[in-house]
């Protein structure tokens, strides 16, 4: 069979060097652009688990609701071991005898992050790499609970008059006289004189929220009218509000935000415009 040429073209492909110099081209494009896919693989990851987080601290907060059980949340350091299996970033805690402490009988639940990001998403300050900025500003919903506290806890106190308001008993409100104006509602070395308007000097494990005693770990106390409260004092309304703060030691930060009276909210820092 006859074969059909057009006259110009060259039937004789690419040479050798042709190609060599595309594929290096072609890598150093690729080289360029790794960093900056990694870097978006990072935020998105980080993104991802501080929805998780929040999304879960709303949903502990409404078991403790509907169930009329208080609730805590025990925030561990995201871990992987050798094998590459990721520990449980908290644990939520039915306390069922409502002594505001992991009892036996309580129900626990372990919560995980996905397996990407717990190799990469952090608790703000948890290592030398995950404290990015070091005049990082607390966003202003947990600024406004940690001046609280070194006020003499007056939000708790507001708070507790408008939930008894509401239905409070005689005797949270007697114990919350009982603990006087000047008493923050916490103890240990999370207390008020430690506060400053600065992530890194404020949080501890990588929140603003109490101590456990037993564990030493960060620890969110839902009432069973989803108040964050402290264990240490569960009678005084919003004492225990604060925030967890994730990092992936670049740029991305996200403080999930657990108010007095118990909303959560979402905040992203960006270095041009602040919390937002």
């Not at 492909?13 to 790794?34: D, K, P, R, S, Y």
């Not at 896919?37 to 949903?59: H, W, Y």
């Not at 790499?129 to 406004?144: G, Q, R």
């Not at 005689?170 to 509602?185: F, L, N, V």
Request: aromatic fraction near 6%; include cysteine.
């Amino acid at each position: 069979m006859d074969r059909i040429t057009f006259p110009g073209r060259d039937a004789r492909g690419f040479t050798l060097l042709e190609t060599a110099t595309v594929c290096a081209i072609l890598g150093i494009l690729a080289a360029m652009a790794f960093p900056r896919v990694q870097g978006f693989m990072r935020a998105e990851e980080t993104k991802s688990s501080a929805n998780q987080i929040a999304g879960m601290l709303d949903e502990v907060r409404s078991r403790a609701i509907a169930e009329a059980t208080p609730h805590l949340v025990l925030v561990n350091d995201p871990t992987v071991d050798a094998a590459g299996n990721c520990g449980p970033f908290a644990v939520v805690v039915r306390d069922s005898d409502r002594n505001y402490q992991v009892s036996a009988g309580d129900r626990q639940v372990d919560v995980l992050l996905s397996p990407k990001a717990c190799a990469k998403v952090k608790l703000y300050g948890q290592d030398g790499t995950s404290s990015p900025y070091a005049d990082l500003k607390l966003p202003n919903e947990d600024l406004t609970t940690r001046a609280s506290d070194m006020a003499g806890g007056v939000v708790g106190e507001l708070v507790g008059g408008i939930v008894g308001g509401l239905g409070g008993s005689e005797e949270e409100e007697d114990d919350e006289e009982s603990s006087g104006p000047g008493s923050s509602g916490r103890s240990g070395s999370s207390g008020s004189s430690a506060r400053t308007a600065t992530v890194a000097d404020t949080i501890e494990n990588g929140t603003t929220f109490p101590t456990d005693d037993a564990s030493g770990r960060p620890v969110l106390a839902f009432s069973e009218r989803g108040i964050p409260v402290d264990p240490h004092n569960p009678t005084r309304w919003g004492s225990g509000a604060g925030a967890i703060y994730i990092t992936d030691g670049h740029e991305t930060v996200y403080a999930a935000v657990v108010e007095p009276l118990g909303s959560i909210k979402l905040r992203k820092y960006d270095s041009a415009a602040g919390w937002r």
